[in-house]
Protein backbone atom coordinates (compact mmCIF):
# COMPACT_ATOMS: atom_id res chain seq x y z
CA UNK A 1 0.00 0.00 0.00
CA UNK A 2 2.40 2.29 1.23
CA UNK A 3 5.01 1.38 -2.18
CA UNK A 4 1.96 2.40 -4.12
CA UNK A 5 0.85 5.58 -2.50
CA UNK A 6 4.98 6.40 -2.59
CA UNK A 7 5.78 5.97 -6.39
CA UNK A 8 2.66 7.25 -7.45
CA UNK A 9 2.99 10.23 -5.05
CA UNK A 10 6.66 10.56 -7.06
CA UNK A 11 5.46 9.20 -10.46
CA UNK A 12 2.55 11.85 -10.46
CA UNK A 13 5.22 15.07 -10.00
CA UNK A 14 7.70 13.68 -12.58
CA UNK A 15 4.92 12.81 -15.49
CA UNK A 16 2.42 15.68 -14.60
CA UNK A 17 4.57 18.08 -14.47
CA UNK A 18 3.80 21.77 -14.55
CA UNK A 19 1.74 22.61 -10.73
CA UNK A 20 0.15 25.76 -12.21
CA UNK A 21 -3.02 24.56 -13.43
CA UNK A 22 -4.81 27.58 -12.16
CA UNK A 23 -3.63 30.45 -11.08
CA UNK A 24 0.02 31.42 -11.46
CA UNK A 25 2.15 30.64 -8.21
CA UNK A 26 5.09 32.91 -6.77
CA UNK A 27 8.59 30.32 -7.35
CA UNK A 28 9.94 29.89 -4.00
CA UNK A 29 13.76 29.13 -5.71
CA UNK A 30 12.65 33.29 -6.55
CA UNK A 31 11.66 34.16 -2.84
CA UNK A 32 14.62 32.45 -0.93
CA UNK A 33 17.45 34.55 -1.40
CA UNK A 34 21.27 33.93 -0.60
CA UNK A 35 21.52 36.53 2.25
CA UNK A 36 18.16 34.40 3.86
CA UNK A 37 20.97 31.33 4.10
CA UNK A 38 23.65 33.59 5.05
CA UNK A 39 22.22 35.22 8.00
CA UNK A 40 21.31 31.70 8.99
CA UNK A 41 24.63 30.36 8.38
CA UNK A 42 25.95 33.36 10.33
CA UNK A 43 23.57 32.77 13.66
CA UNK A 44 25.08 29.26 13.47
CA UNK A 45 28.64 29.82 13.83
CA UNK A 46 28.10 32.85 16.13
CA UNK A 47 26.19 29.83 18.55
CA UNK A 48 29.08 27.64 18.03
CA UNK A 49 31.71 30.29 19.26
CA UNK A 50 29.48 31.36 22.29
CA UNK A 51 29.06 27.47 23.39
CA UNK A 52 33.53 26.73 23.38
CA UNK A 53 33.37 26.22 19.26
CA UNK A 54 30.57 23.48 18.29
CA UNK A 55 27.45 22.52 18.01
CA UNK A 56 27.90 18.83 18.58
CA UNK A 57 24.82 16.55 19.78
CA UNK A 58 24.96 16.62 23.59
CA UNK A 59 26.38 20.12 24.06
CA UNK A 60 24.98 23.71 24.50
CA UNK A 61 25.91 24.93 20.86
CA UNK A 62 23.52 22.59 19.47
CA UNK A 63 20.64 23.14 21.67
CA UNK A 64 21.05 26.61 21.21
CA UNK A 65 20.79 26.14 17.58
CA UNK A 66 17.56 24.04 18.11
CA UNK A 67 16.16 27.21 19.77
CA UNK A 68 17.74 28.79 17.19
CA UNK A 69 15.16 27.01 14.31
CA UNK A 70 12.20 26.79 16.82
CA UNK A 71 11.60 30.13 17.03
CA UNK A 72 12.04 31.25 13.59
CA UNK A 73 9.66 28.68 12.66
CA UNK A 74 7.52 30.16 15.35
CA UNK A 75 7.84 33.59 13.81
CA UNK A 76 7.28 32.07 10.45
CA UNK A 77 3.77 30.57 11.74
CA UNK A 78 4.74 27.24 12.41
CA UNK A 79 3.98 25.24 15.03
CA UNK A 80 6.90 23.28 15.50
CA UNK A 81 7.50 20.27 17.94
CA UNK A 82 10.92 19.19 19.53
CA UNK A 83 11.10 15.38 19.54
CA UNK A 84 14.01 13.96 22.06
CA UNK A 85 15.45 11.43 22.46
CA UNK A 86 18.71 9.37 23.86
CA UNK A 87 22.16 8.65 22.35
CA UNK A 88 25.13 6.93 23.88
CA UNK A 89 28.10 9.39 24.06
CA UNK A 90 31.58 9.27 24.71
CA UNK A 91 34.07 11.40 24.06
CA UNK A 92 38.15 11.51 24.67
CA UNK A 93 39.28 14.61 26.88
CA UNK A 94 43.19 13.23 26.53
CA UNK A 95 45.24 10.68 26.36
CA UNK A 96 49.16 9.69 25.74
CA UNK A 97 51.07 6.26 24.65
CA UNK A 98 54.64 5.54 25.69
CA UNK A 99 57.80 3.32 25.61
CA UNK A 100 59.08 3.30 28.42
CA UNK A 101 62.12 0.98 27.56
CA UNK A 102 63.26 2.99 25.53
CA UNK A 103 61.32 6.12 26.24
CA UNK A 104 59.42 7.03 23.23
CA UNK A 105 56.59 9.08 22.95
CA UNK A 106 54.52 8.14 20.58
CA UNK A 107 52.04 10.89 18.18
CA UNK A 108 48.18 10.37 18.91
CA UNK A 109 46.90 10.58 15.08
CA UNK A 110 49.46 8.89 13.79
CA UNK A 111 51.31 6.53 15.69
CA UNK A 112 48.07 5.94 17.80
CA UNK A 113 44.51 6.78 18.47
CA UNK A 114 42.21 5.85 21.10
CA UNK A 115 39.27 3.81 20.09
CA UNK A 116 35.47 4.77 20.47
CA UNK A 117 34.00 3.92 23.86
CA UNK A 118 37.68 3.45 25.33
CA UNK A 119 37.73 3.69 29.06
CA UNK A 120 39.76 5.97 31.01
CA UNK A 121 42.46 4.72 33.01
CA UNK A 122 46.53 5.37 33.50
CA UNK A 123 48.79 2.09 32.95
CA UNK A 124 52.13 1.11 33.14
CA UNK A 125 52.70 -2.12 32.73
CA UNK A 126 54.59 -4.88 30.68
CA UNK A 127 53.35 -5.34 27.06
CA UNK A 128 52.17 -8.74 26.38
CA UNK A 129 51.98 -9.79 22.67
CA UNK A 130 48.91 -11.97 22.34
CA UNK A 131 49.14 -14.76 19.14
CA UNK A 132 51.52 -12.42 16.95
CA UNK A 133 51.95 -12.16 14.30
CA UNK A 134 48.53 -13.48 13.82
CA UNK A 135 49.18 -14.34 9.67
CA UNK A 136 48.69 -17.83 9.25
CA UNK A 137 45.35 -18.50 11.17
CA UNK A 138 46.27 -17.20 14.29
CA UNK A 139 43.62 -14.63 15.67
CA UNK A 140 45.10 -12.41 18.42
CA UNK A 141 42.43 -12.30 21.03
CA UNK A 142 39.32 -13.37 19.23
CA UNK A 143 39.43 -16.44 21.39
CA UNK A 144 39.60 -17.07 24.65
CA UNK A 145 42.54 -19.37 24.33
CA UNK A 146 44.31 -17.17 22.90
CA UNK A 147 45.24 -15.73 26.19
CA UNK A 148 46.73 -18.97 27.22
CA UNK A 149 49.23 -18.20 30.14
CA UNK A 150 48.66 -14.63 29.69
CA UNK A 151 49.72 -12.28 33.05
CA UNK A 152 47.20 -10.53 34.72
CA UNK A 153 47.62 -7.04 34.98
CA UNK A 154 49.65 -6.86 31.55
CA UNK A 155 48.82 -4.95 28.36
CA UNK A 156 47.55 -7.13 25.74
CA UNK A 157 49.23 -6.34 22.15
CA UNK A 158 47.05 -7.78 19.85
CA UNK A 159 46.42 -7.41 16.21
CA UNK A 160 43.66 -6.48 13.90
CA UNK A 161 41.59 -8.61 12.12
CA UNK A 162 39.28 -11.97 12.68
CA UNK A 163 36.69 -10.18 14.73
CA UNK A 164 35.76 -7.27 16.13
CA UNK A 165 37.90 -4.94 17.74
CA UNK A 166 35.25 -5.54 20.67
CA UNK A 167 35.26 -9.41 20.91
CA UNK A 168 39.06 -8.83 21.29
CA UNK A 169 39.41 -5.98 23.95
CA UNK A 170 36.36 -8.32 26.25
CA UNK A 171 38.16 -11.03 26.04
CA UNK A 172 41.93 -9.42 27.04
CA UNK A 173 39.54 -8.10 29.92
CA UNK A 174 39.04 -11.41 30.90
CA UNK A 175 42.41 -12.48 30.49
CA UNK A 176 42.94 -9.48 33.46
CA UNK A 177 44.66 -7.19 30.92
CA UNK A 178 44.65 -3.64 32.12
CA UNK A 179 44.94 -1.98 28.77
CA UNK A 180 44.52 -3.17 25.47
CA UNK A 181 46.35 -2.07 22.35
CA UNK A 182 45.22 -3.20 18.62
CA UNK A 183 47.72 -2.17 15.75
CA UNK A 184 47.17 -2.60 12.59
CA UNK A 185 47.11 -5.20 9.84
CA UNK A 186 49.44 -5.72 7.19
CA UNK A 187 49.54 -2.56 4.36
CA UNK A 188 47.55 -0.55 6.46
CA UNK A 189 48.47 3.25 6.95
CA UNK A 190 48.25 4.75 10.68
CA UNK A 191 46.84 3.85 14.40
CA UNK A 192 44.16 1.58 13.72
CA UNK A 193 40.73 3.67 13.81
CA UNK A 194 37.55 2.35 15.30
CA UNK A 195 35.35 1.99 18.47
CA UNK A 196 34.56 -0.67 20.53
CA UNK A 197 30.86 0.21 20.43
CA UNK A 198 29.70 0.23 24.17
CA UNK A 199 31.49 1.82 27.07
CA UNK A 200 34.92 -0.57 28.16
CA UNK A 201 36.17 -0.40 31.95
CA UNK A 202 40.12 -0.58 30.35
CA UNK A 203 41.51 1.84 27.77
CA UNK A 204 42.12 0.64 24.90
CA UNK A 205 44.13 2.04 21.71
CA UNK A 206 44.53 1.32 18.09
CA UNK A 207 48.38 1.51 17.06
CA UNK A 208 50.15 1.90 13.52
CA UNK A 209 51.35 -1.67 12.47
CA UNK A 210 55.10 -0.55 12.44
CA UNK A 211 54.63 0.58 16.18
CA UNK A 212 52.86 -2.88 17.11
CA UNK A 213 55.13 -5.26 15.25
CA UNK A 214 58.04 -2.71 16.75
CA UNK A 215 56.73 -3.63 20.46
CA UNK A 216 56.37 -7.11 19.55
CA UNK A 217 59.84 -8.02 18.51
CA UNK A 218 61.19 -5.84 21.46
CA UNK A 219 58.80 -7.70 23.58
CA UNK A 220 59.74 -11.00 22.22
CA UNK A 221 63.39 -10.23 23.55
CA UNK A 222 63.51 -8.73 26.73
CA UNK A 223 60.39 -7.50 28.95
CA UNK A 224 58.88 -3.76 27.32
CA UNK A 225 56.78 -1.77 29.64
CA UNK A 226 54.48 1.07 27.99
CA UNK A 227 52.38 3.58 29.72
CA UNK A 228 48.81 3.55 28.13
CA UNK A 229 46.99 6.98 29.52
CA UNK A 230 43.16 7.91 28.41
CA UNK A 231 40.32 10.27 29.78
CA UNK A 232 37.60 9.94 28.25
CA UNK A 233 34.21 10.57 29.45
CA UNK A 234 30.75 8.62 28.35
CA UNK A 235 27.64 7.80 29.08
CA UNK A 236 23.71 8.67 27.68
CA UNK A 237 23.14 11.83 26.55
CA UNK A 238 19.82 13.57 25.10
CA UNK A 239 19.36 14.95 21.88
CA UNK A 240 16.63 16.66 19.99
CA UNK A 241 15.14 16.36 16.29
CA UNK A 242 13.31 19.94 15.73
CA UNK A 243 10.01 19.37 13.37
CA UNK A 244 7.49 21.49 11.65
CA UNK A 245 4.86 21.23 8.79
CA UNK A 246 2.74 22.53 6.39
CA UNK A 247 -0.59 21.13 5.89
CA UNK A 248 -1.58 20.21 2.55
CA UNK A 249 -4.22 17.73 1.23
CA UNK A 250 -4.82 14.49 3.09
CA UNK A 251 -2.12 12.43 0.82
CA UNK A 252 1.08 11.55 1.61
CA UNK A 253 3.64 13.50 3.36
CA UNK A 254 7.07 15.15 1.72
CA UNK A 255 9.90 14.97 3.98
CA UNK A 256 12.55 17.21 3.93
CA UNK A 257 15.80 17.26 6.43
CA UNK A 258 19.14 18.33 7.27
CA UNK A 259 21.19 17.46 10.24
CA UNK A 260 21.85 20.29 12.69
CA UNK A 261 24.34 18.84 14.70
CA UNK A 262 28.40 19.59 13.98
CA UNK A 263 30.88 17.17 14.59
CA UNK A 264 33.02 17.91 18.24
CA UNK A 265 35.06 20.64 17.75
CA UNK A 266 33.87 22.10 14.69
CA UNK A 267 31.51 24.92 14.28
CA UNK A 268 30.16 22.74 11.46
CA UNK A 269 29.57 25.56 9.08
CA UNK A 270 29.15 23.55 5.57
CA UNK A 271 28.44 20.25 7.54
CA UNK A 272 25.94 20.93 8.52
CA UNK A 273 24.82 24.50 8.81
CA UNK A 274 24.79 24.98 4.96
CA UNK A 275 21.72 22.30 5.13
CA UNK A 276 19.79 23.37 8.18
CA UNK A 277 20.49 27.13 7.00
CA UNK A 278 18.75 26.75 3.70
CA UNK A 279 15.91 24.15 4.88
CA UNK A 280 15.13 27.08 7.66
CA UNK A 281 14.85 29.71 4.33
CA UNK A 282 12.81 27.64 2.40
CA UNK A 283 10.37 26.96 5.24
CA UNK A 284 10.40 30.65 6.15
CA UNK A 285 9.22 31.62 2.48
CA UNK A 286 6.49 28.17 1.91
CA UNK A 287 3.83 30.18 3.86
CA UNK A 288 4.16 32.43 0.74
CA UNK A 289 3.11 29.71 -2.06
CA UNK A 290 -0.11 29.40 -1.62
CA UNK A 291 -1.96 26.35 -0.62
CA UNK A 292 -0.14 22.71 -1.22
CA UNK A 293 -1.53 19.58 -2.65
CA UNK A 294 0.41 17.62 -0.15
CA UNK A 295 1.90 18.27 3.67
CA UNK A 296 5.17 19.29 3.88
CA UNK A 297 7.22 17.84 6.90
CA UNK A 298 10.52 19.48 8.06
CA UNK A 299 13.16 18.32 10.09
CA UNK A 300 16.41 19.55 11.29
CA UNK A 301 17.86 15.98 12.21
CA UNK A 302 20.11 16.11 16.32
CA UNK A 303 22.79 13.62 16.38
CA UNK A 304 23.98 12.70 13.00
CA UNK A 305 27.42 12.81 13.54
CA UNK A 306 27.23 10.00 15.88
CA UNK A 307 25.49 7.64 14.47
CA UNK A 308 22.34 9.25 12.76
CA UNK A 309 20.67 8.77 15.94
CA UNK A 310 17.64 11.77 15.39
CA UNK A 311 16.47 10.35 11.59
CA UNK A 312 17.11 6.57 13.00
CA UNK A 313 15.15 7.81 16.20
CA UNK A 314 12.09 9.59 14.20
CA UNK A 315 12.32 6.47 11.70
CA UNK A 316 11.53 3.50 14.72
CA UNK A 317 9.14 6.22 16.40
CA UNK A 318 6.85 6.74 13.47
CA UNK A 319 5.65 2.86 13.59
CA UNK A 320 4.22 1.03 10.09
CA UNK A 321 1.61 2.96 9.80
CA UNK A 322 2.96 6.58 9.84
CA UNK A 323 6.13 5.38 7.98
CA UNK A 324 3.07 4.60 4.93
CA UNK A 325 1.99 8.49 5.16
CA UNK A 326 5.51 9.49 4.04
CA UNK A 327 5.88 9.91 0.25
CA UNK A 328 9.59 10.55 0.19
CA UNK A 329 12.19 11.80 2.73
CA UNK A 330 14.88 14.32 1.30
CA UNK A 331 18.31 15.21 2.70
CA UNK A 332 20.57 17.79 2.87
CA UNK A 333 24.25 17.37 4.18
CA UNK A 334 27.38 19.92 2.97
CA UNK A 335 25.59 22.07 0.50
CA UNK A 336 28.42 23.91 -0.09
CA UNK A 337 31.78 22.40 -0.08
CA UNK A 338 35.04 25.11 -0.69
CA UNK A 339 36.05 22.49 -3.93
CA UNK A 340 32.77 21.05 -3.97
CA UNK A 341 30.55 19.51 -7.02
CA UNK A 342 26.93 20.08 -7.47
CA UNK A 343 25.92 16.29 -6.13
CA UNK A 344 22.62 14.69 -6.62
CA UNK A 345 22.49 11.24 -4.73
CA UNK A 346 22.43 8.60 -6.82
CA UNK A 347 18.61 7.49 -6.79
CA UNK A 348 18.75 5.08 -10.11
CA UNK A 349 21.91 3.36 -9.12
CA UNK A 350 23.60 4.31 -12.37
CA UNK A 351 26.94 4.46 -10.16
CA UNK A 352 26.51 0.90 -9.55
CA UNK A 353 28.15 1.55 -5.87
CA UNK A 354 26.17 1.83 -2.56
CA UNK A 355 22.83 0.20 -1.06
CA UNK A 356 20.00 -0.86 -3.35
CA UNK A 357 17.32 2.08 -3.82
CA UNK A 358 13.66 2.27 -2.83
CA UNK A 359 11.54 2.71 -5.63
CA UNK A 360 10.78 6.30 -6.51
CA UNK A 361 14.68 7.06 -5.60
CA UNK A 362 14.98 7.49 -9.22
CA UNK A 363 12.39 9.72 -10.42
CA UNK A 364 13.78 11.87 -7.07
CA UNK A 365 17.26 12.27 -8.79
CA UNK A 366 15.55 13.07 -11.72
CA UNK A 367 13.43 16.11 -10.57
CA UNK A 368 17.01 17.25 -9.18
CA UNK A 369 18.96 16.63 -12.24
CA UNK A 370 16.00 18.38 -14.58
CA UNK A 371 16.03 21.70 -12.57
CA UNK A 372 19.93 21.94 -12.43
CA UNK A 373 19.59 20.83 -16.12
CA UNK A 374 17.14 23.61 -16.65
CA UNK A 375 19.86 26.67 -15.06
CA UNK A 376 22.32 25.18 -17.30
CA UNK A 377 23.91 24.35 -14.29
CA UNK A 378 26.24 20.78 -14.03
CA UNK A 379 25.13 18.31 -11.84
CA UNK A 380 27.19 15.36 -10.58
CA UNK A 381 25.87 11.85 -9.14
CA UNK A 382 27.02 10.96 -5.43
CA UNK A 383 26.94 7.79 -4.15
CA UNK A 384 23.97 6.25 -2.49
CA UNK A 385 25.18 4.99 0.46
CA UNK A 386 22.75 5.83 3.62
CA UNK A 387 25.77 7.28 4.92
CA UNK A 388 23.67 10.60 5.92
CA UNK A 389 19.91 10.89 7.65
CA UNK A 390 18.58 9.29 4.39
CA UNK A 391 20.52 6.21 5.59
CA UNK A 392 16.79 5.18 8.08
CA UNK A 393 14.39 6.00 5.23
CA UNK A 394 16.30 3.59 2.97
CA UNK A 395 15.94 0.68 5.44
CA UNK A 396 12.38 1.63 6.00
CA UNK A 397 11.50 1.44 2.46
CA UNK A 398 10.74 5.24 1.87
CA UNK A 399 12.04 6.89 -1.71
CA UNK A 400 15.25 9.32 -0.74
CA UNK A 401 16.71 12.08 -2.83
CA UNK A 402 18.64 14.95 -1.83
CA UNK A 403 21.89 16.71 -2.23
CA UNK A 404 25.42 16.80 -1.07
CA UNK A 405 28.36 18.49 -2.42
CA UNK A 406 31.46 16.56 -1.54
CA UNK A 407 33.16 15.35 2.28
CA UNK A 408 36.91 14.53 3.04
CA UNK A 409 37.34 12.35 -0.76
CA UNK A 410 39.32 13.98 -3.04
CA UNK A 411 37.85 15.87 -6.70
CA UNK A 412 38.62 13.96 -9.43
CA UNK A 413 39.95 15.65 -12.86
CA UNK A 414 36.28 14.96 -14.17
CA UNK A 415 35.08 16.49 -11.69
CA UNK A 416 37.31 20.04 -11.51
CA UNK A 417 36.55 20.04 -15.63
CA UNK A 418 32.87 20.17 -14.97
CA UNK A 419 32.82 22.32 -11.72
CA UNK A 420 36.18 24.39 -11.31
CA UNK A 421 38.24 23.89 -8.16
CA UNK A 422 41.22 21.63 -7.83
CA UNK A 423 41.64 18.02 -9.31
CA UNK A 424 43.14 15.72 -5.93
CA UNK A 425 42.14 17.85 -3.16
CA UNK A 426 39.75 17.47 -0.98
CA UNK A 427 35.75 18.42 -1.17
CA UNK A 428 36.19 20.33 1.80
CA UNK A 429 39.51 20.77 3.57
CA UNK A 430 38.03 21.86 6.95
CA UNK A 431 35.52 19.09 6.92
CA UNK A 432 34.78 17.93 10.43
CA UNK A 433 37.54 20.69 11.97
CA UNK A 434 37.61 23.81 13.40
CA UNK A 435 38.45 25.82 10.31
CA UNK A 436 34.68 24.92 8.88
CA UNK A 437 33.42 28.21 9.36
CA UNK A 438 31.34 31.22 6.80
CA UNK A 439 34.57 31.69 4.98
CA UNK A 440 34.70 27.53 4.33
CA UNK A 441 31.64 27.86 2.35
CA UNK A 442 31.05 28.20 -1.61
CA UNK A 443 28.45 30.57 -1.55
CA UNK A 444 27.19 30.54 -5.27
CA UNK A 445 27.06 26.65 -4.92
CA UNK A 446 25.04 27.10 -1.84
CA UNK A 447 22.83 29.34 -3.43
CA UNK A 448 22.03 27.05 -6.60
CA UNK A 449 21.67 24.22 -3.74
CA UNK A 450 18.90 26.21 -1.65
CA UNK A 451 17.09 27.43 -5.25
CA UNK A 452 17.24 23.65 -6.17
CA UNK A 453 15.80 22.36 -2.59
CA UNK A 454 13.14 25.09 -3.32
CA UNK A 455 12.19 24.37 -6.55
CA UNK A 456 12.06 20.14 -6.03
CA UNK A 457 10.09 21.17 -2.75
CA UNK A 458 7.17 23.35 -4.21
CA UNK A 459 6.86 20.70 -7.27
CA UNK A 460 7.03 17.43 -4.94
CA UNK A 461 4.23 19.53 -3.09
CA UNK A 462 1.98 21.31 -5.40
CA UNK A 463 1.70 18.84 -8.27
CA UNK A 464 -1.05 17.67 -9.07
ZN1 LIG B 1 26.99 16.06 7.57
Known amino acids: MRKLV ?56 FEVSAVYVE ?30 EPERRYARGTDYATLGYSGSGDVTAEVEAVDVPAEGGGSSGCQMRDFTGFAV ?27 VVVFNGPGREGPVRGTVGRPLPIPVIGAAREVGVALAEAARR ?17 G ?36 AAALLA ?9 PLRRTVRFAWWGAEEVGLRGSRHHVAELGAQARRTIALSLN ?12 VYDGDRSLGVGTPAPEGSAAIERLFREHFASRHLPAAEQPFDGRSDYGPFIEA ?64 ATAR
Open 397 to 460: GIPVGGLTTGTDGSKSKAEAKAFGGTAGEPFDSCYHVPCDRVENVDRALLDSNADAMAAVLQRL
Open 71 to 100: RRLLAAGYTPRVERFRFPYWREKASAFLGL
Open 153 to 179: GAVALLQRGGCLFRAKAVRARRAGASA
Open 222 to 238: SPVRVRVRVKAVSGTRS
Open 240 to 275: ANVLAERQGGSGPVILAGAHLDSAPGSPGVNDNASG
Open 6 to 61: AVAAVALVVLGGSASAGSPRPELAGLVTADDVRRHLIAFQDIAERHGGSRAAGTPG
Open 332 to 343: FDMLGSPNGVRG
Open 282 to 290: VAQRLTAVG
